[in-house]
């Protein structure tokens, strides 16, 4: 079995004060293993996102422990939360977030940048991203030289140029197309194939459901069903207890 990267443990957060306070997330328990794609599944306003944040060290919990490569959160100053998340987590993102002055290679150096990567590392990182999501071809190009499909595999490959311990998507197909989401799909199946890289997914888009090894379903801030998906066409169904 390979290695946790992130592990939940009765995650609790709390939204707001008085009459607009919302118990966004009910004592969520997760693990995501290296190799994994795991997609959550949900309503609007179940806590998909809010989760997501939590697990990516953007929001704290009010309650409960997240442990990233066996590193508690708990405590961590906003400095060292911020030193955690640049080094064992990668973000995807709906609106792809590319700075349209830069090239897709400037994009992608610019997070090492932030990482203080060496220079002469950093253009080999970048190269090795942009050929894994195959777009070495253009490395120069300006994100409105690009089509949505191949801006959402620039922002994949700017989330795993740090070989993070795991990759955060909000809605990564969300914008795109059947056919260019398909295309971003094939690249996030491949790169969970990594046994030192979790993908945890959120997501609407049921297109996107056979690309999944690992399917949670959550509403109302809690897990309620997950689906074990060994080999393609078997599907295992955990329910979960409300």
């Not at 009765?10 to 794609?37: P, T």
């Amino acid at each position: 079995m390979t290695e946790i990267m992130i592990e939940a443990t009765n995650i609790v957060k709390v939204l707001g004060e008085g009459a607009g306070r919302v118990n966004a997330l009910k004592g969520i328990n997760l693990s995501l293993r290296g190799g994994e794609l795991t997609l959550l599944m949900g309503p609007s306003g179940s806590g998909k996102t809010t989760l997501l944040s939590v697990l990516g060290c953007m929001m704290s919990p009010t309650g409960g422990t997240v442990e990233i490569r066996g590193r508690s959160t708990t405590g961590l100053s906003p400095e060292a939360l911020a030193e955690l998340r640049r080094k064992h987590v990668g973000f995807v993102f709906q609106s792809y977030h590319l700075f349209p002055t830069l090239t897709a290679a400037e994009n992608l150096r610019l997070a090492l940048d932030v990482c203080g990567e060496s220079s002469r590392r950093a253009r080999v990182k970048v190269e090795e991203a942009l050929a894994t999501v195959g777009l070495a071809h253009k490395a120069n190009s300006f994100p409105r030289e690009l089509s949505g499909g191949e801006q959402q595999r620039v922002a994949v490959a700017r989330a795993i140029v740090g070989a993070p311990s795991v990759v955060l998507a909000d809605e990564p197909t969300a914008a795109l197309d059947s056919e260019n989401g398909h295309h971003v799909m094939t690249v996030l199946a491949e790169i969970a194939r990594d046994p030192a890289r979790a993908l945890f997914i959120v997501t609407h888009d049921p297109r996107i459901i056979p690309f999944a090894s690992r399917i949670l379903r959550i509403e109302d801030g809690r897990i309620v069903s997950e689906q074990q998906r060994q080999c393609p066409g078997t599907v295992h169904t955990l329910k979960y207890a409300s």
